[in-house]
C-alpha cells in the first residue's frame, strides 16, 4: 500500500505494527495505551493506510465513490475507526457502512478498470477485513463495547482498542470482554536517539542543515529534547510555533531563543 511520504517508522511505531500483526495472526482483542501525543492514532492510521482509504470510503453515493478508488483499495484489509464523541450507538452502523463502502469501491474500481467484476462476493460483510483496530476507546461505556464484541464473536478477525493508560483496568471490569483480550501494548514517549532523529528531518522541512559542530544547532536541539521528551505531538506543534517566529522575525538560524520563545507561545505546553 501506499503510504504517507513524511511518516517516519520509529522503534515505537515498528514494536506496534508487530503487535498488530500478533493480534492479527491469532485473532485476539489487543489493548494499546498511553500519554496523549505519543503518536497512537497517527501510527494507527499509518499502519492502516487510513489517510488514502479514509478519502475514497467516504463518499456522497455509488458513482461519487466510483470516481474516487483507486488501486489501493483493492488491498483493504484493515479499518480504522475513532469512536464517536456522542451517538455512540451508530458504532455498529458505522463500522458495517465503512466495510460495505470498501467492499463496494473495490467492485466498482474492478468494473472501471477491467470492465467487468473479477471480485469475490461474500455474504459475511467483514470477510475481507482482518483488523478494527477502535481509538479513542475511553469514550465508549459497557452497551457500546457489547456491540464490539458481538463483531468479534460473529467475525473471524482481530480487533485493536486504542486509549488512555488505565484503559486495560477500565475494561477488566468487564470479564466477557476481557477475556478475548490476548495482547496489551504501551505505546511510549520517543527515546533521545529518535527525538534527535526526528529533529533532523525537521531542520530539512524547515530548510536548514542540522550541523552538530555547531554549538547553535547542539544547544537548540538539546533545549528541544528537554521540553518535549520525546512526545511526539509536542514536537510538531513546537515547531510549528519555531516556524511561525523564524518567519515574522527573518531569521535563518534555530536558536535556543527561539525554541524558548516558541515554548511559551504553546497555549498548553511542557514547561
Same mark, same amino acid.
Given at each position: 500500500m501506499t503510504k504517507n511520504q513524511n511518516f517516519i517508522e520509529t522503534k515505537e511505531y515498528k514494536r506496534f505494527a508487530e503487535f498488530c500483526d500478533a493480534?492479527?495472526?491469532?485473532?485476539? $482483542?489487543?489493548?494499546?495505551?498511553?500519554?496523549?501525543?505519543?503518536?497512537?492514532?497517527?501510527?494507527?492510521?499509518?499502519?492502516?493506510?487510513w489517510n488514502t482509504i479514509e478519502k475514497q470510503v467516504n463518499h456522497r453515493g455509488w458513482e461519487d465513490l466510483a470516481s474516487k478508488t483507486t488501486d489501493d483499495i483493492l488491498s483493504v484489509n484493515k479499518i480504522f475507526y475513532t469512536a464517536p464523541a456522542e451517538k455512540q450507538t451508530r458504532l455498529s452502523n458505522d463500522l458495517y457502512s465503512i466495510s460495505a463502502? $470498501?467492499?463496494?469501491?473495490?467492485?466498482?474500481?474492478?468494473?472501471?478498470?477491467?470492465?467487468?467484476?473479477?471480485?469475490?462476493?461474500?455474504? #459475511?460483510?467483514?470477510?475481507?477485513?482482518d483488523l478494527i483496530i477502535v481509538d479513542e476507546i475511553d469514550r465508549l461505556k459497557v452497551q457500546h463495547l457489547e456491540q464490539l464484541r458481538a463483531i468479534y464473536d460473529e467475525h473471524n478477525l482481530a480487533m485493536i482498542f486504542i486509549g488512555m493508560p488505565g484503559i486495560e483496568k477500565k475494561l477488566s471490569r468487564y470479564p466477557q470482554l476481557y477475556s478475548r483480550i490476548g495482547f496489551a501494548h504501551e505505546f511510549d514517549n520517543?527515546?533521545? #536517539?529518535? /527525538?534527535?532523529? $526526528?529533529?533532523?528531518?525537521?531542520?530539512?522541512?524547515?530548510?536548514? #542543515?542540522?550541523?552538530?559542530?555547531?554549538?547553535?544547532?547542539?544547544?537548540?536541539? /538539546? /533545549?528541544?529534547?528537554?521540553?518535549?521528551?520525546?512526545?511526539?505531538r509536542l514536537i510538531h506543534r513546537l515547531f510549528?510555533?519555531?516556524?511561525?517566529?523564524?518567519?515574522?522575525?527573518?531569521?535563518?538560524?534555530?536558536?535556543?531563543?527561539?525554541?524558548? /520563545?516558541?515554548?511559551?507561545?504553546?497555549? $498548553?505546553?511542557i514547561r
Open positions: 493480534c492479527i495472526k491469532y485473532q485476539y $482483542i489487543g489493548i494499546c495505551y498511553g500519554q496523549p501525543g505519543v503518536g497512537k492514532t497517527l501510527s494507527s492510521r499509518y499502519y492502516t493506510n463502502s $470498501i467492499d463496494l469501491g473495490q467492485k466498482l474500481h474492478i468494473v472501471n478498470k477491467y470492465g467487468h467484476d473479477h471480485s469475490k462476493h461474500y455474504s #459475511d460483510m467483514f470477510k475481507y477485513i520517543l527515546s533521545k #536517539d529518535e /527525538t534527535h532523529h $526526528i529533529l533532523e528531518y525537521k531542520w530539512q522541512d524547515l530548510g536548514f #542543515d542540522l550541523k552538530l559542530e555547531d554549538f547553535t544547532d547542539y544547544e537548540a536541539i /538539546t /533545549t528541544i529534547i528537554k521540553i518535549t521528551k520525546g512526545n511526539f510549528a510555533q519555531i516556524d511561525r517566529i523564524m518567519d515574522i522575525n527573518g531569521l535563518d538560524k534555530i536558536s535556543t531563543e527561539v525554541v524558548e /520563545t516558541a515554548r511559551d507561545s504553546l497555549v $498548553i505546553g
